[in-house]
């Protein structure tokens, strides 16, 4: 028991990160704090649905049945996603900013973490930001 649940979990943060994999994270730094911009990439089933725009509409014909035997009622549909707002960190009591070997964690005191790795940054960047995280 304890091994599938450990497996259920590693399976739905593969999964999770599968999906955010792709997505492109910008950090801003700031004297009081750090602005976090996610830009989420299109997945290939997103413009795979999108239709061509040379395409005149056909009407639906009866949708084949899939592989269970059933046919599908309503077609599928796009899901839009909201842009991702802007994550904002105040530093103050409640964040923790550790220092590894490869990246910084931000850890946000009962909620959340971030990871900004170091490999973006140059030695003397790093060396900056490490004076602005006092660690």
Do not use: C
């Amino acid at each position: 028991m304890r091994w599938y649940r450990t497996f259920k979990l590693r399976r739905a943060v593969h999964d999770a990160l599968e999906e955010i994999g792709s997505d492109t994270y910008t950090v801003s730094f700031y004297e009081d704090g750090l602005v976090i911009h996610t830009e989420e990439a299109q997945s290939a089933k997103e413009e795979a649905a999108e239709p061509a725009a040379a395409e005149p509409e056909q009407p639906e014909a009866e949708s084949p049945a899939d592989e269970s035997g059933f046919r599908k009622i309503f077609p599928d549909e796009p899901v839009q996603n909201e842009p991702v707002e802007d994550t904002e960190i105040t530093f103050g009591p409640d964040v923790k900013i550790h220092d590894f070997p490869e990246y910084f964690m931000v850890y946000l005191v009962k909620r959340n973490f971030y990871v900004i790795p170091k490999k973006d940054f140059s030695a003397d960047e790093t060396e900056t930001l490490k004076k602005l995280f006092h660690v």
